[in-house]
Nanobody, 124 residues
Framework: QVQLVESGGGLVQAGGSLRLSCAASAASGSIFSINVMGWYRQAPGKQRALVATITSGSTTNYADSGKGRFTISRDNSKNTVYLQMNSLKPEDTAVYYC???????????????WGKGTQVTVSS
């Protein structure tokens, strides 16, 4: 079984920064490969929306809402993806979810796994 666990959320004032982390792990002890990892967010009453993604080769993609303020990165040796968020705005308030497209072992297909989310609240 694969788990993605997010951390780093919290309450911050507008203009502040937060760094989110998300680590992927498997009950078997190892993950064969991870392709794309990403961050999404869901504000109250809205659909889940893309924030940023990063490939295993570190090619990144950002939603317009975070360009210039958010930076996604990953540590492949730790199966971990990060999201550095600067100049936060009240409209960034949401539950942030990470995901990973991965293969648990050499015989498995690529599946997308999701974390349970971490709350980010930006006060004005």
């Amino acid at each position: 079984q694969v788990q993605l666990v997010e951390s780093g959320g919290g309450l911050v004032q507008a203009g502040g920064s937060l760094r989110l982390s998300c680590a992927a792990s498997a009950a078997s002890g190892s993950i064969f490969s991870i392709n794309v990892m990403g961050w999404y967010r869901q504000a109250p009453g809205k659909q889940r929306a893309l924030v940023a993604t990063i490939t295993s080769g570190s090619t990144t993609n950002y939603a317009d809402s975070g360009k210039g303020r958010f930076t996604i990165s990953r540590d492949n040796s730790k199966n971990t993806v990060y999201l550095q968020m600067n100049s936060l705005k009240p409209e960034d308030t949401a539950v942030y979810y990470c995901n990973a497209d991965l293969r648990r072992d050499a015989r498995s297909y690529v599946y997308r796994y999701w974390g349970k989310g971490t709350q980010v609240t930006v006060s004005s």
